[in-house]
């Protein structure tokens, strides 16, 4: 990934007419897209510049993305997030050799040549080219969609008996002292049919969902509650999110599941790990930093989250992916002590995740982005290449959903749990 010398990019944003549905500017078979409220943006066209990274990732990506952003020259006339010079990124979740070797996932940031965004009602197009290209980049018009199609997905590598069983094994290690949180995940496989418009699991998301960050990167698509970072002009945000409940089938029942998390002593362990993980990472990159004492209950379609909000102002020029770089994995989707976690994630998960649970986002020519992590996903052909409108034969699917795992936890609960964390990318492919 090293470069010699950085490309010189030239980024120019203006206003443009408003396009009701941007997700009808993306590719159907490579959609790169962001979005979250009926804002965000869509990349359109081949990446202009592709950088990937296996070991310590968000560290070389960041240095290298800020060496072109500082040989970059950007004319922003409307000065919002995600405007000018832009990167998406998808990094893997884990970056030990041995899970690299099994999944051949990699971190990368890709720079398409045209991004079409709409921020609170204004919508604007940024053209990125080469200095010395003489071309203003792709056209940009919607593409119809392409036919409904649905997708099955069956148990995979980590079954539902073998899950329990993981999960039992965890319990009795966290008894043991070897470690006092982990996040087991498992994983449903299936297909979905050769050239099938992936927009239309994308907008399915949006809709169903529409309070999640919902993305498209490298065939990774996905509908994440969780932030990891936000940074914009000097200040950092996140979001907290662990320990679980269903939603109830009425408003009594949905009541009562929220008070039951609330008050929930497993769910509130599981919790303060998380918590003391994040700002643990965000010490020593900020002037201040704060938390709520007491987590709030969050409402999804599907769930009950507990949720801790945290910001802070950086205390040096530290860009979206330095924060990635501290942050992740957090206990809320690895566990404590991190690297016991790890290793005991490696050793009863019977998959390496690729890039499920690790962060997904942006980040623009000032360093400013945001960074979610990627749940509630499913990954779309092989993890070091998305589907091509060539592809003839089905595109394998895979999708994934975790729990974490505590001393009280109960491995038919924990089960149940990741059953209703499949629910959402299970029903936008049905």
Known sequence: MTLPAPPRLVAVTRETIAHEDLLALADPHTPLVWSRRGDGFVGIGRPLIALEASADAATRLASTWRAIADAASVDDEVHAPGTGLLAFGSLAFDEHAEARSRSGATSRLVVPPVVVGRTGGKTWITRITREEASDQGEDVAPIPYGPYWSATLGPGA???????????????????????????????????????DLRRLVRALQSGYPDTWTFAVGGLIGASPETLVTVHDGTLTARV??????????????????????????????????????????????????????????????????????????????????????????????????????????????????????????????????????????????????????????????????????????????????????????????
């Open 158 to 196: 980590q079954s539902p008996d073998d899950y329990t069983r993981a999960v039992a094994e965890a319990v009795a290690r966290i008894g043991d002292g070897e470690l006092e949180k982990v996040v087991l995940a498992r994983d449903l496989v299936g297909s979905v049919p050769a050239g099938a």
């Open 241 to 430: 999110l662990a320990g679980t409940a269903a939603r109830g089938a009425d408003a009594d029942r949905d009541a009562a599941a929220a008070v039951a998390l609330a008050t929930s002593q497993k769910d509130l362990d599981e919790h303060r790990f998380a918590v003391q993980s994040v700002l643990g990472a965000l010490a020593g990159h900020t002037r201040a930093v704060t938390a709520a004492e007491t987590p709030f209950t969050l409402k999804l379609p599907n769930v009950w989250h507990l949720a801790t909000d945290v910001e802070g102002d950086l205390g040096h020029e530290a860009s979206a992916l330095d924060l990635v770089a501290v942050l992740h994995p957090t206990a809320a989707v690895a566990g404590t002590p991190t690297a016991s976690a790890l290793a005991t994630i490696r050793e009863l998960e019977p998959f390496d995740r690729g890039r499920y649970a690790g962060p997904v986002g942006w980040i623009d020519g000032d360093g400013d982005g945001e960074w979610a992590i990627a749940l509630r996903c499913a990954q779309f052909g092989a993890e070091s290449s998305s589907p091509t409108a060539e592809d003839r034969d089905d595109i394998p699917v895979t999708a994934f959903a975790g729990a974490g795992i505590v001393a009280s936890s109960d491995p038919e609960a924990e089960l149940l749990e990741t059953r209703v964390k499949f629910r959402p990318i299970v029903d936008a492919l049905a």
